[in-house]
Every structure is written in C-alpha cells, then in structure tokens.
C-alpha cells in the first residue's frame, strides 16, 4: 500500500512539474510551435511518465526511508514528539513573521534565498529548543501552586509519586513493605534507572550480575503480585549524566518524593529541598529501643577496629562495639549499653562487660 501511495505521489509530482517545466525546455531545443506536444495535457502525461519511469528506482529508498521515520516515531516518547512539534512549529512562525517583513526590501537575493535560510534555519532552532527542554517544558505543567485549594489538591496527588532509585530496588526491602500497605502512591521508575539496572545484570562480575537480576526479579514482583500503582517514566535528562543527579532532577520537576537506601543522595536530595524517604531510616525507626543502662545477652564474634574491641550483632544486624570485648570472642556474655550511635546509614551500640562491671 505504502509503495502505491509513494507511486501516485510521484505520478502527481511529475505531471505538476511537465505542465511548467516541459514548455520551457520545448522552447529552449527550438520546439515551441509544436502543438501536439506544446499542450497542458501533453506535458503533464510526459512528466507523469517520465516520474513514473523513475519509481522503478527510487520507490525502494523513499519506501525504506518513510519506513525508518515511521518507526523512530513509534519509538519515541510522546513527550518528545509534542515538544518537538511546538518547537517546530513556533521557529517557523518566527521565520514566517521575519520573511514577511524582509518581502519589504526590494532586493531579489533577500526576497529569495533569505526566507528559505529562515525557514530551515528556525525550523530546526525552534525543533531542538523544544525537544531539548521538553523536560522543563513538562516542568511548567506539572509543577504545583500553593495559591488555591485545587492547586493544593493537585500537588498532594503529585506528592503521590513516589520514585526509586537503583539501590533500593536492588535492596528489595521495598517490595516488603508496599506489600504491608504502608507505602502509598505510585511508584515510578524511570527509564534510566531501568537501563542502570539492566547494565548491571548484564556485567561480567558475578555479584554484580546477580544484584541487577535480583532487581529486576523485585520489580517484576511488585508488578505482578502487588496492589500497588506502578508507572515508567520515559523520559530522560541528556545533559546530566549521574543516575543520582537525574533523579533529584526529576523529583524536582514533577514535585516526587525519592525513595533509597542511599546515605549520599539522601544528603544531596536534603540540601536541593527534595522530599526523601530513606528504607534505613524506616528501618532504624522499627528497631527495638536500646537505652543506655540496659542490660544485653550477646555472643562476641570478632575483634573490632580499636584495641580491645569486640563485636557483636542483635537479631536485627545491629552491630554492638564491646569495649575490653576482644577476650570473649566465641562465647556469649551479659553487657551493659554505655552509648547509642543512631545515623541514616544506621545504627550502633557500644557496650561494656557486666563482668568487668562487677569486678570494678
């Protein structure tokens, strides 16, 4: 269907150009004054066949070429589609408008070539500006006011999205509780922290390999068997080239809130006003309350960093620094808690031997 169409095109082009261009040619080779050929209807059927004549060879590039356009199309983003579009369509009303008022100046180069230069030349600027800034262009869409009870309204929905990063899918404690009900929202994961994800699945290095399938497992579980709204952002930020950068630019524009166990972002989405929800901060907040005083039975299982040192871990993976504890690894002992050490990266209790209490 698509070559017959391209065809016809071609037969409708070349009876067009026979009916303007053959005259001239006819007059140029001294063959004017022949009526038979000199006619509208003569030269259009003669450029219709000449065009149609060439269709046995271009029809196959133009077909592939329409074909390739079609697919990077379908490929695309909606968003950069649009966005593109108005630029286009704004950078060729600029060169409409500046044209128009060059038709003016009587100077046939000007009336001529300069409008077609304007044209190509906006068309293209306004095509770039649009798709390069699609981002901040969506941005002024979808960022929220606080002036009205609806502007409220909607921000609280947007307030709603809830995005991932790599670390937490990857951590997969994040699947566990959207199972409890206690995160609420949609959750968003963007199409460079799938890519980021699908690199490290396919790495060389086994544990790396194994942590990117383990989160690529999670994601489908959370899609799959989890009551929960899921939705990929397919969007992208080309001038940024940190996965983590990305992210807080993202939670910025569409007013999100980024969920990770990351330390590092955590601080870098607090000093750029980002709403963050850390899993360690949840975690820590569940953990039973440790007070200083307290009495623990332990088992030392290593020597710590410092002289002396023992180490020890609760049943939740808090890690115990016993101070003069290094003399009862691999046995069990009542300590007493002296300090807690609570941070977003987690959370530590130094602690002293009962025994060595009671000989003092």
């Not at 509208?40 to 070429?65: C, E, K, R, S």
């Not at 001529?112 to 030349?121: I, M, N, Q």
């Not at 690529?216 to 009551?227: A, G, H, S, Y």
Request: proline residues 3%; hydrophobic residues 45%; negative net charge.
């Amino acid at each position: 269907m698509l070559r017959r169409i391209i065809q016809a095109c071609f037969l409708i082009i070349g009876g067009t150009l026979g009916i303007f261009l053959i005259p001239d040619l006819l007059s140029l080779i001294k063959m004017d004054d022949m009526a038979l050929v000199n006619n509208p209807y003569v030269t259009a059927v003669l450029g219709a066949l000449i065009f149609y004549l060439l269709t046995f060879w271009a029809v196959d590039h133009v077909t592939n070429f329409v074909k390739w356009a079609e697919e990077s199309l379908i490929k695309a983003p909606i968003t950069d589609v649009i966005f593109g579009s108005v630029g286009l369509f704004f950078g060729l009303l600029v060169a409409f408008l500046i044209g128009f008022a060059l038709n003016a100046i009587q100077v046939p180069i000007v009336n001529t070539v300069a409008p077609t230069l304007l044209t190509l030349l906006f068309g293209y600027l306004g095509f770039q500006v649009g798709f390069k800034k699609r981002d901040e262009l969506l941005g002024l869409f979808t960022r929220q006011k606080k002036k009205s009870s609806e502007e409220d309204e909607k921000e609280s929905q947007s307030r709603e999205w809830k995005i991932l990063d790599t670390s937490v899918i990857i951590d997969g404690r994040i699947a566990d509780i959207c199972q409890t009900g206690f995160l609420e929202g949609v959750l968003v994961i963007p199409q460079f922290v799938l890519e980021e994800l699908q690199h490290i699945a396919d790495s060389s290095d086994v544990l790396k390999r194994n942590r990117g399938r383990r989160g690529l497992d999670i994601l489908n579980r959370i899609q799959k068997e989890l009551p929960i709204k899921v939705e990929i952002y397919e969007g992208d930020f080309e001038d940024i080239q940190e996965v983590d950068s990305k992210l807080v630019k993202l939670a910025k524009l569409t007013n999100g809130v980024v969920v990770t166990n990351d330390f590092n972002l955590n601080k870098v989405c607090e000093l750029q006003k980002v709403a963050v929800l850390n899993i360690n901060d949840l975690a820590n907040a569940v953990k039973p309350v440790v007070l200083p005083g307290e009495e623990l039975n332990i088992q030392v299982i290593k020597d710590g960093k410092e002289h002396n040192q023992g180490i020890a871990y609760l049943d939740d993976g808090t890690m115990i620094v016993v101070e003069e504890g290094r003399d009862y690894i691999g046995k069990r002992i009542d300590v007493l808690v002296t300090s807690v050490l609570q941070t977003s990266a987690g959370r530590m209790i130094f602690a002293k031997p009962k025994l060595l209490e009671k000989a003092l």
